[in-house]
């Protein structure tokens, strides 16, 4: 029986998302926030969370303004998204001023910046680095079953 229930928000380039790594990362996460605390967790997922007919703009802005933190998965592919970073990070990075709640913001670096092209956005970059991150640069190669993946998902689920 689950005692709480917590939300958050669940932001990535979908081109990051090769072999669906990135949504089970996801699910991984939420499995294993379950194992240690007993309590659901809630990660909005937009291809799981908008169904057929639905106004994805305005799921998605509810998604963000109903979620308790935020987890921007960070490559260059996710800073070349205008949706991802004006519409998303843009909107989340507004509720953590106006609630003066950075522990909000749970970014994981996933994809390196060195090789991206210098027309991204640096003051985004930087505003988005200045928050306390996971880095998964090199975790993202790790196989789902291996010791390396699990230790990395249950050290995120343990900050939650």
Known sequence: MSLTKISGFFSYA???D???RLRMLRDDLIAEYRQLTGNDLELF?????IQWGDKWDRN??????????F????SPLYFKSSYCCEKELRQFLGKVERENASELLLPIYYVGLDYA?????TDLIERVFGFQY???????FAERCT??????????????
């Open 45 to 49: 997922l937009d291809r799981d969370d």
């Open 71 to 74: 987890i921007p998965v960070l």
């Open 117 to 121: 092209e210098e027309d991204l956005e």
């Open 14 to 16: 979908h081109d990051d």
């Open 147 to 160: 010791e390396t993946y699990r230790r990395a998902v249950n050290r995120l689920a343990g900050r939650l």
């Open 60 to 69: 998605i802005e509810a998604g963000i303004d109903s979620s308790s933190f």
């Open 134 to 140: 996971e880095d998964w640069r090199e975790v993202r």
């Open 18 to 20: 090769v072999c669906g």
